[in-house]
């Protein structure tokens, strides 16, 4: 059975989803975050050496990395339907979008916030390189799901739970009217019953609410 290793608030929702989606049997370890500094607690760090979530135990092995545990998870148990074939030029993408959610994405994401955090956020040279990827790293995401429900091909695959974390993030921070297609996109993620199961569980685990 998979132990999930929970943080509230964290990339850990990517897997919760998952989870919930590949109907397997799982049991939920709930980690939460220091009330002040917002970091794991050692909880975290007696089961991996990065204290970061999410962490994953498998067949008595320990894997962390929101990515690869993505890719692990549905190699081991939905290979048939939540990715492309590998033969395909969709498994590429698939691949390249998993990525992409966690690299280039993430990284102006987490610049702003902490930023923000460090009372920086009017540093010149820092503020226009948030606002000029952002711009166009939103742009790029607007484009590439027009008029599609899932980011690759017409199925529902690991690139979509990987997403599912920083459009939470994006929606927090930015009126997305500027980016409709995104905002379709992530309408219908979170219309998904999986997912809204993610959610209440997520709500359930959060001791900070
Ligand atoms: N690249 C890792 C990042 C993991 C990560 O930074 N997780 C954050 C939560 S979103 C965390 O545990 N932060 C708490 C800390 O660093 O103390 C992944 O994709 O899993």
Same mark, same amino acid.
């Given at each position: 059975?998979?132990?999930?290793?929970?943080?509230?608030? %964290?990339?850990?929702?990517?897997?919760?989803?998952?989870? =919930?989606?590949? #109907? &397997?049997?799982? =049991?939920?370890?709930?980690?939460?975050? /220091?009330? *002040?500094?917002?970091?794991? !607690?050692?909880?975290?760090?007696?089961?991996? $050496?990065?204290?970061?979530? !999410?962490?994953?135990?498998?067949?008595?092995?320990? @894997?962390? &990395?929101?990515?690869?545990?993505?890719?692990?998870?549905?190699?081991?148990? $939905? %290979? /048939?339907?939540?990715?492309?074939? !590998?033969?395909? +030029?969709?498994? #590429?993408?698939?691949?390249?979008?998993?990525?992409? $959610?966690?690299?280039?994405?993430?990284? !102006?994401?987490?610049? =702003?916030?902490?930023?923000?955090? +460090?009372?920086?956020?009017?540093?010149?040279?820092?503020?226009? @390189?948030?606002?000029?990827? *952002?711009?166009?790293?939103?742009? @790029?995401?607007?484009?590439?799901?027009?008029?599609? %429900?899932?980011?690759? #091909?017409?199925?529902?695959?690991?690139?979509?739970?990987?997403?599912?974390?920083?459009?939470?993030?994006? +929606?927090?921070?930015?009126?997305?009217?500027?980016?409709?297609?995104?905002?379709?996109? +992530? /309408?219908?993620?979170?219309?998904?019953?999986?997912?809204?199961?993610?959610?209440?569980?997520?709500?359930?685990?959060? &001791?900070?609410?």
């Amino acid at each position: 059975m998979v132990r999930l290793h929970h943080l509230n608030q %964290s990339r850990s929702l990517r897997i919760l989803w998952l989870l =919930e989606e590949l #109907g &397997e049997p799982y =049991e939920i370890i709930s980690h939460q975050r /220091d009330a *002040k500094t917002h970091l794991a !607690p050692d909880s975290l760090k007696a089961v991996h $050496a990065l204290g970061k979530s !999410p962490v994953i135990e498998l067949d008595g092995q320990i @894997y962390s &990395e929101s990515g690869a545990i993505t890719e692990l998870l549905i190699e081991r148990f $939905a %290979s /048939d339907r939540l990715r492309p074939a !590998p033969d395909s +030029a969709d498994y #590429g993408y698939y691949l390249q979008w998993i990525d992409f $959610a966690e690299s280039s994405l993430m990284l !102006p994401l987490m610049l =702003e916030l902490f930023t923000k955090k +460090a009372g920086i956020d009017d540093n010149e040279f820092l503020n226009g @390189y948030i606002d000029k990827e *952002k711009t166009r790293l939103f742009k @790029y995401l607007d484009a590439a799901v027009e008029g599609k %429900s899932f980011i690759v #091909g017409n199925q529902l695959s690991g690139a979509d739970f990987m997403l599912s974390f920083d459009l939470i993030i994006l +929606a927090q921070r930015q009126k997305l009217e500027a980016y409709p297609h995104i905002k379709q996109y +992530a /309408d219908k993620l979170a219309g998904l019953e999986s997912y809204q199961r993610a959610m209440r569980l997520e709500a359930e685990h959060d &001791e900070s609410k």
